[in-house]
């Protein structure tokens, strides 16, 4: 407990004070014997009220004890009206006559060597699944620590492994988040259900055993026929070494983000030609290259990506490129697709290193990324999955892996198809066998994920 204002006593004196204290304790097992308070912490003094009735040590029931010792001990306790509150345990050591052994008394409250009540610990371990850890620690004075200890142990304790339905098409992704304590980001990997637009699961990393044990323990790897995912080599071995119906897409978004990216190095590589000032109003102005040409406006935003244009003539050249990739997307058939990409590829000036890496890029993952042409997975679903990230990503705090997977994996609402009304009578069940009415469960929906983040939950 912090150190606060001095401490008033209560005094407690008399029978009936002492009894309504008990009462509102709440803790049967003990006497209350005194009573501190300031404007912030209340201290209520307790021991219990029976001897033990065994002796650890030599079994005997009721025997004959002395007391030999006691030490104070502090813990917390549920808040009582905003204050904070600590129990002062006098915990008897007690000489066994029989045996002559001596041992502490146990309480039903309060475990012997921890700091908080069994029924705060209790009401912590409720809270943390539904609210965030920093709005507990605000509330009740706890550490983050603490509190992250006891959901771990809540979690553990729950033991129910997840048991999901596998779609036929599943999207990978990664979320980059600092990790707890640390500088750097670590990338954990998404796993989506590409049908029923839900997160299957989280991964603590994108290795590729990781991915293939996560694939290979799926209710059923056959079902699989579509994998989306980024460029990433283990994601694709793992795809074709665990999944043997699948077939790889790579995400258009992850492609035309190359052009982008490219555009953008080329961009500041000007900065030394530019000068100072010019490139300033370049860098602000980059949103006219990037954006698409039939996203911009023609005043200001056209006449502004001219002008740059007539400064530079290679931007040009470059922005064009970027344009032209896009368009690839927009071709009907893969054939079509294909070709748009060769002549894409011969109008590459050689001097545009950026642009020749993303052509080499681009073939050697060219079958995985043309499969988009023989199977458009629909954008909702891969849009439903970047929302998602970046609404964890944005809360821009630390997450340790496991808490951040418990709270989405086991305290989000799934997707579940409950059985049919009527259909789980006893007379269908015998006729069609209990296995069909078992609810299905197609794991957490996007939505749901972003508005318990809206709602403080991660
Ligand atoms: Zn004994």
Redesign the pocket.
Known sequence: MAPSGAFHKKGVNTLSENKLLEKMLDLPEFVVTDLKHNEHDVRVYVEKKEKPCL?P??G?MD?KLRVHSAREQEVRDKNIQGKRVGLMFKRRRYK?M??S?TFYELSDSISPKSRLTNRFREYIAEQSKRRSFIELERELDISNVTIREIFLEEVENLQCGLDLETPSIIGIDEIHIQREGKHRKQAWALICNGNDRTVMDLLPNRNKPTIIDYFKNLKNPYNVEVVTMDMWEPYKDAVYQALPNAIIVIDKFHVVKMANDALNTLRKSYKDKLGQKKNKALKKDRYVLLKREHDLRPLPDIAFRDSWFNEIPELKVAYELKENLFKIYDAKTKNQARMLFNNWKVSIPDDMKEFKDVAATIENWYTEIFNYFDCRVTNAFVEGINSTIRAIEKQGRGYAFEVLRAKVMYFINHKVDKPSYGSGTFSNMMMRGSWNDVPKDYGVQFEAIIKAINEGLL
């Open positions: 002796c040590a030599c005997v025997p066994c029989e045996c052994a």
